[in-house]
C-alpha cells in the first residue's frame, strides 16, 4: 500500500470511529500529501467510484472541495463527458458548497447528465443517468396530481406544461426498451386534461 492510499485508510477508519478532531487531521495529512494535480488527478480517477459517502450521500468536503472538484471542472470547461457525469454523481456536495456550485451556474443534477449524455451520446452509463434524471423530475412533476402540475415548488403554467410535455417526448424517445409506456401515457393524459383547462 502507497503512502496516499495508507493515509486514505487511515482517515476512514477514524471517521468511521466518529473520531472528528482525528478525521480532521488525517484528512488534511491525505491532502496535504500531494505535490502535483497531475497526481491528484491520477488518483480521482482511480478511486472516484469508491470514494466514501456520508449517510447524506456525500463525499467528506475537504476531498471534494480540494481535490475532486477541481479536476472534474476543469473537465466540465472541456465538455469531458466523465467529469460531468461525475460532477452529477457528486451533486449533493454541489448543492452544499453554493461556492462552487456558483462557478457552474447553479447548475442541476438534471442538466449535468443531460450535458454528460450529449457530450458522449453513445455512453449507455450516462443515458441511463439521464433517462433517470428525467423520470425523477417528472415524478416530482406530477406527484400531487390531482391537486396539479409542479413545475419546481409552483403549479406550472402554460408555457411550462408544454416543456414537461417535451420531457415527456424527451424520455420516449431515449426509452428504447419502453419500460416507461405506461407512465408516458399517464402523464399525457393529466397534460391534456391541464393545458385544456388553462385555455
Known amino acids: 500500500m502507497n503512502q496516499k492510499s495508507a493515509l486514505y485508510e487511515k482517515f476512514k477508519r477514524v471517521e468511521e470511529q466518529g473520531l472528528k478532531s482525528e478525521a480532521k487531521v488525517a484528512v488534511e495529512q491525505f491532502i496535504a500529501s500531494f505535490r502535483t494535480n497531475k497526481e491528484k488527478s491520477h488518483w480521482i480517477w482511480s478511486n472516484i467510484s469508491t470514494l466514501s459517502e456520508n449517510n447524506h450521500g456525500r463525499i467528506r468536503h475537504e476531498i471534494f472541495e480540494r481535490l475532486v472538484f477541481p479536476c472534474l471542472l476543469e473537465g466540465y470547461k472541456a465538455n469531458d463527458g466523465a467529469s460531468i457525469y461525475w460532477l452529477g454523481v457528486t451533486v449533493q456536495n454541489?448543492?452544499?458548497?453554493?461556492?462552487?456550485?456558483?462557478?457552474?451556474?447553479?447548475?442541476?443534477?438534471?442538466?449535468?447528465?443531460?450535458?454528460?449524455?450529449?457530450?458522449?451520446?453513445?455512453?449507455?452509463?450516462?443515458?441511463?443517468?439521464?433517462?433517470?434524471?428525467?423520470?425523477?423530475?417528472?415524478?416530482?412533476?406530477f406527484h400531487e396530481w390531482p391537486h396539479g402540475v409542479l413545475y419546481g415548488n409552483d403549479g406550472a403554467n402554460q408555457e411550462q406544461l408544454k416543456e414537461i410535455w417535451s420531457s415527456i417526448e424527451q424520455l420516449e424517445f431515449l426509452d428504447n426498451r419502453k419500460v416507461f409506456k405506461k407512465n408516458f401515457e399517464d402523464w399525457k393524459r393529466i397534460l391534456n386534461s391541464e393545458l385544456n383547462d388553462s385555455i
Open 94 to 141: 454541489l448543492y452544499q458548497a453554493s461556492h462552487l456550485h456558483k462557478q457552474l451556474d447553479w447548475i442541476t443534477e438534471f442538466q449535468l447528465f443531460e450535458l454528460a449524455h450529449k457530450a458522449e451520446p453513445e455512453n449507455e452509463q450516462y443515458k441511463h443517468a439521464y433517462i433517470q434524471s428525467i423520470v425523477k423530475w417528472l415524478e416530482h412533476c
